[in-house]
């Protein structure tokens, strides 16, 4: 292997793309199998409540590790070290809050989404119409940063340059993850999943030891590597400040974004919904418990990996790569192993982005149809078989939109644009859910202000933010670290809106309510006995 990344000068795509191909094969075979058993809107949405703790913890994982956890982190580290690490830290310390206060409340209130828990004890039609918006937003944002993760990707896995190329690219990624969604439900898209956060952990562990084994196991020298190879600024990849730290505003920034991480995942739609595809409440705590163990453990490898992309392949050539800094993991690879491993490593990037649209795709989808269509539209009355029919429509379109805003992102570091749905999942969704479990008085009013109130509130300080125009151009690259090129319209500060939009959120949930008469009483008690035991969830059993 090593003679053979010895005499390797690139890439090999018709090694890669058969790599690649195979993997679709495989999966859409298990997608196929699963599907047969998909009969009823509980096998569709929430895999008929048959995956244990164990399963649905590796599935959690699958759906979290995402294309910003392998090619965003791991190039962030490589580039700007410490502070690259930080976004590792704030994802993961999350799971801490989605844990205490939210997995298993949630899954003894709910049956298939957030807008089922948001409306227990409201008026239904207007709050599930606000949970559905809500979770459409989060889920185009979190497609948004797969989708650029695909682009960039397969740009440097086949060798494309040209924008038209790399938009053909994520359009093919976009049917191929609408054709697990229409096929498998949720019980293929949890296999896939599954499939992918073995092969991505097992994938990690491997490049990991192969990097430390260069350096002797001894991570020092590892990190000696990373300065030694950046040059004069190379000292300041083993402290914070090279991101977050120029400045006052660079500061504020890199708080407002740990804020947005660390409330962000108990708001996530496409996480929240995986907590119903397990029969009980304790099998809902355990499923987090070994997604948190998996997570960190994955989390720690991609420190080695983006300092030993940092110390092996060098930051400008990362910057300078096709896909940008989401393009360190793959050079890593290439650097390593040659083509064979460069395709191994891109075959197994690439099933992660088709996991996690998968995830969000059905998630999207079955918010519309069981939010809007079957309680808003068709008022609690629509059959199961339409329902579903709706969803899988509902899936195509999103699908498209997701390809379209996927051309527009590609390009994008992906973790700084999963960082903005987590913004929105934060501010919209998150103060809703903990006042609606929590707080006694909480009513219709005070959660149509906070979702609706916290979804504008962090959509406009995005659209002008620095994130969409009016960052200056890196001399070395000759672009902007913005969305669009070459205009400014910003007066925003902040990259990131999560330190403004999250209180805002949670204080109009407050104002509204207090601005309201109505109050139910007796379904918050039904909630909270609900919410603590299990009795009356679907397939629940006390523990």
């Known amino acids: 292997m090593k003679t053979l990344a010895a005499s390797v000068e690139g890439s090999n795509p018709a090694l890669n793309i058969t790599i690649f191909a195979l993997f679709v094969v495989i999966t859409l075979v298990i997608v196929f199998r699963a599907s047969r058993n998909t009969k009823t809107a509980s096998d569709y949405y929430a895999a008929g409540r048959a995956f244990t703790g164990p399963q649905n913890g590796i599935a959690i994982s699958g759906d979290y590790l995402s294309a910003a956890s392998f090619l965003g982190i791991a190039g962030a580290i490589a580039v700007y070290g410490y502070d690259g690490f930080l976004y590792s830290i704030g994802f993961l310390v999350a799971w801490l809050v989605a844990l205490l206060l939210v997995a298993e409340l949630l899954r003894n209130t709910g049956k298939f989404t957030m807008g089922d828990v948001l409306a227990f004890r409201m008026k239904q039609r207007p709050v599930r119409a606000a949970a559905a918006i809500s979770t459409l937003v989060v889920s185009f944002f979190y497609l948004l940063a797969q989708m650029a993760g695909a682009g960039g990707l397969v740009a440097l896995l086949l060798g494309i340059e040209g924008k038209a190329a790399q938009s053909l690219v994520i359009a093919v990624v976009g049917v191929i993850m609408i054709a697990y969604v229409l096929i498998g ?11 992918k956060a073995a092969l991505l952990i097992v994938g990690a562990l491997a490049m990991t030891l192969w990097v430390l084994g260069k350096y002797g196991f001894n991570f020092s020298s590892l990190l000696q590597g990373a300065v030694d190879k950046a040059g004069k600024a190379g000292e300041a990849l083993l402290g914070p400040g090279k991101q977050y ?59 080695v990996l983006g300092y030993g992309a940092g110390a092996l392949v060098g930051p400008d050539a990362i910057k300078k790569a096709p896909g940008g800094v989401n393009s360190a993991a793959p050079l890593l690879a290439l650097n390593l192993g040659g083509p064979v491993l460069l395709g191994l490593i891109s075959a197994i990037a690439f099933a992660t982005i088709l996991a996690v649209v998968a995830g969000l795709t059905i998630t999207a989808s079955a918010s519309f149809a069981h939010d809007v269509y079957a309680n808003v539209l068709k008022k609690g ?27 527009l992102a ?18 919209a969704n998150l103060p809703t859910i903990l006042y609606s479990l929590f707080w006694k008085r909480f009513n219709t009013q005070g959660a149509l202000w906070s979702i609706y109130g916290g979804l504008f509130v962090t959509i406009v300080l995005i659209v002008f933010s620095p ?20 205009v400014d319209f910003h007066w925003f500060p902040l990259d990131n809106p999560g330190l403004v ?43």
Do not use: C
């Not at 919904?273 to 997570?295: D, K, Q």
């Not at 590609?410 to 501010?427: D, E, I, R």
């Not at 994130?467 to 070459?486: E, N, R, Y």
């Open 245 to 303: 730290g120029k400045d006052g505003t660079t500061k504020l920034d890199f708080f407002s974004l740990g804020i947005a991480l660390v409330l962000g995942t108990a708001g996530l739609p496409h996480v929240l919904m995986r907590f119903y595809t397990v029969p009980t409440a304790r099998e809902a705590r355990r499923s987090v418990v070994w997604a948190i163990v998996l997570i960190g453990v994955f989390y720690l490898f991609t420190l």
């Open 185 to 195: 439900g949720m019980k293929g898209t949890t296999w896939v999943q599954i499939i």
């Open 410 to 427: 590609n390009g994008q570091n992906v973790a700084f644009l999963v960082a903005l749905a987590f913004a929105v999942a934060a501010s």
């Open 467 to 486: 994130a969409v125009s009016g960052k200056p151009v890196d001399p070395k690259t000759g672009k902007s670290a913005s969305m669009l090129q070459g």
């Open 381 to 407: 009355k629509a059959t199961t078989g339409s329902e579903v029919r709706v969803a899988r429509i509902t899936a195509v379109v999103i699908g498209v939109v997701a390809i379209l805003g996927g051309i």
């Open 501 to 543: 939009s999250i209180p805002i959120a949670f204080v109009l949930g407050w104002l509204g309510t207090i601005l309201s008469k109505e109050h139910n009483q007796a379904k918050y008690v039904e909630m909270e006995v609900r919410a603590l035991t299990g009795a009356g969830a679907e397939k629940a059993v006390q523990h």
